[in-house]
């Protein structure tokens, strides 16, 4: 869905978390670690654990993960930015940018909207992210013109976090999206599979694997599997498509529906709210779904 947020925020609730090359790399599910194998890598409170607001990236790259990423229960509240990647941006513009989001607006994640095809890019932004001191949110984007581009986009991306050696460090999460239940993108069971078959791949990376996807995606039937198969929830809170929409200032009833929904439904899981906004405009793909919904900001 072609609507990009502007804030990361993150819902802080109790209960367990479970995570989960070169082309040359086979494709395929290896194990998922357990609760208990994650245990050793929980860091310490901020700011001793990235990407936490004072912490100080370390000269030289680490030899594991171990206790690197802050748990999961000391994020809540602004998180950070979607940030659209359709342009292409430059290391130069990507490394101002990331740096703006850290340093002007206390950032702590990226998560990556749309796509670019460029060699070399999750590169750039595994680098421009070190140099910030960002973590990432990224994303196999399926797109709405060549069916089967995904699949291109998982490949070269996968291949990336293997072959670079600080994307481990910064990459919090892989996410297929965006909406890919809502835009029916590939059937629940199939994306199911995918999501596996993703965290197999990146077991010895221990990055998770997840959906960019609206309470309503998960409502249809069989959506639930996907549900089960994710390792924490990026949630989207866009009550622009809701059918009850109306206007910017009477949204809040239905955000606060959906976040409950999310918390009521996640199997104990983490959620981020990766996606929110409200739009100004309307073109294909940011339509609303019901006849009240006005796309004005300031109403």
């Not at 740096?99 to 702590?108: A, P, Q």
């Not at 990459?171 to 993703?198: C, H, I, M, N, Y």
Request: aromatic residues 14%.
């Amino acid at each position: 869905m072609a609507l990009a947020s502007k804030f990361i925020l993150a819902v802080t609730v109790l209960g367990s978390v479970l995570l989960g090359g070169a082309a040359s790399r086979q494709y395929k599910p290896t194990k998922t670690f357990t609760e208990q194998e994650l245990v050793p890598r929980k860091a310490g409170g901020p700011p001793n654990c990235f990407p936490a607001i004072g912490f100080k990236m370390p000269l030289h790259i680490p030899h594991s993960v171990a206790n690197w990423w802050c748990d999961y229960d000391t994020e809540y509240a602004f998180m950070g930015f979607s940030y659209e990647v359709t342009a292409c941006q430059s290391l130069e513009q990507l490394r101002q940018e990331f740096l703006d989001i850290r340093y002007t607006f206390k950032g702590r994640y990226v998560r990556l909207y749309g796509a670019c095809d460029r060699s070399g890019f999750y590169d750039d932004i595994v680098g421009a992210a070190w140099r910030a001191n960002l973590g990432v949110h990224a994303l196999i984007w399926f797109g709405w013109d060549d069916p089967d581009i995904w699949k291109t986009r998982r490949d070269v991306l996968l291949a990336a976090l293997h072959a670079n050696p600080k994307a481990k460090f910064v990459t919090r999460v892989l996410q297929f999206g965006s909406e890919p239940l809502f835009d029916w993108a590939l059937p629940p069971l199939d994306l199911a599979e995918q999501v596996k078959l993703a965290q197999g791949n990146l077991t010895s990376l221990h990055i998770p694997v997840t959906i960019s996807e609206m309470a309503w995606g998960y409502q249809f039937i069989r959506s639930m599997k996907i549900m089960d198969q994710i390792d924490f929830i990026d949630a989207h809170m866009l009550p622009f498509f809701s059918t009850e929409a109306s206007t910017a200032d009477k949204s809040w009833p239905i955000v606060e529906n959906d976040i409950n929904w999310f918390v009521n439904n996640r199997r104990g899981k983490k959620i981020y709210l990766s996606q929110n906004g409200w739009p100004s405009t309307t073109y294909p793909g940011v339509e609303p779904n019901g006849p009240s919904a006005v796309a004005d900001v300031p109403n």
